[in-house]
Every structure is written in C-alpha cells, then in structure tokens.
C-alpha cells in the first residue's frame, strides 16, 4: 500500500539549468512583490523561519531574507559541481525542504513564484528520483518516503524519496511557472528516453515493456499537473503559459545534454523534430501523447514486431492516461 501524504498528514543541476534559474528567480522576485505584496501568508511559505530548513541549507538561510535569495541558497545547498552527482547532505537537504513545504502547506497551496524556477531547477538535477516519485511504480521510493528515512546511496550518488501525493502537490505548485514546468518536462523527457535506450536488445516481458510504460505514467502525471495548472488560469493567462511551456520544452531539449546519461539523445532528437513539425496551434497537445510518441520511436530502433509494438504502445497509452487522471480525478 503506497503511504500518501495526505495520508501522512491524518494519521502521522547543471550550470545551465542553475544560471537560468539564478536569473528567472530574480524576475520571480519581483512578481511576487506585485502578486503577494498584501497577502498575509508567510513570506516564502515559511521557509526562512523554518529552523529544520535553516540547518540543511546552511547559514545563508536567515528569517527576514528575500525569497530570491532563498531560492539561490536552496539551489546551492541540494547541487554540486556535477551533474546529477549528490551527496548524502545534499539529498537531505532538498528532502527536508521537499517535507517542510509537504507538510506545513494546505493541498493546492501555491508557491511564491521567485521559489519556483529554483526548485524546478533543482529537482532537474535529481530526475532519476523525480521520475520514480511521479511514476511511484518502484518499491524502493516508496518504502523510503518516511521523513525519517535518510538518503540512499546507488549508483555514485545519494537518492531521496519523499511521499508520492505532497511531492505532486509541489510539483503542481512549481509549475504554476510555465518556465519551471518546461524544465521539469524537459528533464523528464530526456529521463524516459534513456530508460528506453537503455533496454538491452534481448528483454522480454516486463524487462521490455515496463521502461516505456513507467515512462509514459510519469509523463501522464506531468499532463495531469499542466491540467490542474491551466483550470486555475483564464483564457489568456492559460494561452501564455502553453505557449511559453512549448517554447521551453524545444529550447530545453534543443541544447545540449550535461551529466553521463546519454544514451537517449536520438530518440529525443526525433521527437523534437516531429514536435517542431508540427503546427504551432498543435504543439501543446503534442505533450499528452508523448509517451507513446516516444515509445513508437524507440521501438522503430529496434525492428519490434509489428504486433508486438502496437500491443505495447495500447498499454503505454492507458499508462499515461492513467498517471493523468490521478491527478485530475
């Protein structure tokens, strides 16, 4: 049984990424002067007052500073100087940060917006944990989501997991950015892409299907959040954030790729070159069948037996409706 945040509740990057972020947060700032001038909830949701959040991020974390400033430290205190490489204090310190905005915030809170673009960019930086905590398919992420379970360490680098229900409530109020939601899309593209390039040759069964499908859930999951997103804009707002969305995305995967992980540049190449082929009006929408647009592309590398493709982008499809629709419902 997956223990939900809710439930929680009741009962008990890259240099590139991190200058964009640095930069876009200090736009952030200043809408949230105009935006939350006269709100009378915590200045940056409480986070500088936070003392568990003073100790992880360190002593530039002070009651009283700019939200600004806030978003540069949290980006300092959870990276380092190589890509998706963390250590065991640094995954502590985005994790408690992640539990103190899961925890402290009602459901559907929103985020100051000079925080956003600096948690998006961020969590790019941890996009193989962000992939398994929107997926929520893999056992490992959901028996450490504890707040008392501490970093793990696999693969030359320390993961988090943090409970799959308040982790998409954050997610969904980060992208209350168009610019922090293409980040996270991006990052997420390229993260499903490499789990697919990554299937050796001779996989069958659930070793050949389950990348694409967990692939195309966790896609569905980002869909759902655009969703609930654009229901809370009216219709020019709405039109702006997708246009800026689509925009992102193209940008995001046009440059190029920092860190080790590699190996799905050429299916993300040829999906952003159908995506641009597209008509401008259709782009957005070209988002929702992303998975299995991936999918199909991968499988064309592989000479798959056409029933055996299409049996399989049927069921990537229903996984990305399904990671959709819990989100929505």
């Known amino acids: 049984m997956i223990m939900t945040a809710r439930t929680a509740r009741r009962a008990g990057p890259s ?18 002067w105009f935006v939350l001038g006269r709100d009378s909830s915590p200045a940056c949701n409480g986070l500088p007052e936070n003392k568990r959040v003073q100790q992880s991020l360190g002593t530039a974390v002070k009651p009283g500073m700019s939200c600004a400033a806030l978003g540069e430290a949290i980006v300092a205190a959870t990276t380092g100087s190589e890509p998706g490489v963390h250590s065991r204090q640094q995954a502590q310190a985005l994790k408690d940060v992640l539990f103190e905005l899961g925890f402290k915030q009602p459901d559907d809170f929103t985020l100051d917006p000079a925080l956003r673009v600096p948690l998006a960019t961020t969590l790019v930086d941890y996009a193989p944990d962000v992939h398994e905590m929107l997926a929520t398919l893999d056992g490992k992420y959901v028996a450490e989501s504890d707040r008392t ?64 499908t967990k692939g195309a859930r966790a896609l569905g999951v980002l869909d759902g959040i655009a969703t609930a997103v654009l229901q809370g804009l009216d219709e020019d707002e709405a039109k702006a954030w ?23 540049e050429t299916i993300t190449a040829a999906w952003l070159q159908e995506f641009e082929k597209a008509p401008e009006a259709e782009r957005f929408n070209r988002l929702s069948t992303q998975g299995v647009d991936l999918t199909r592309i991968w499988l064309k590398t592989r000479k798959a037996d056409e029933a055996a493709q299409q049996a399989l982008l049927v069921e990537v499809e229903s996984s990305a409706l399904g990671g959709s629709r819990e989100v929505t419902r």
């Open 149 to 212: 379970d501490p970093p793990w360490e696999s693969g030359g680098t320390y993961h988090l997991a943090v409970y799959n229900t308040f982790f998409r409530d954050i997610v969904r109020a980060v992208s209350q950015d168009p610019e922090a939601y293409a980040l996270l899309r991006t990052a997420e593209t390229r993260q499903v892409a490499n789990g697919l390039a990554a299937v050796p040759r001779d996989a069958k069964e659930a070793a050949f299907s389950l990348p694409a």
């Open 15 to 32: 240099a590139v990424f991190i200058a964009a972020g640095v930069a876009l947060a200090l736009l952030g700032g200043l809408a949230a």
């Open 242 to 264: 997708r246009e800026v969305v689509v925009k992102g995305v193209a940008r995001g995967l046009d440059a190029p790729t920092e860190g080790k992980d590699r190996a799905g």
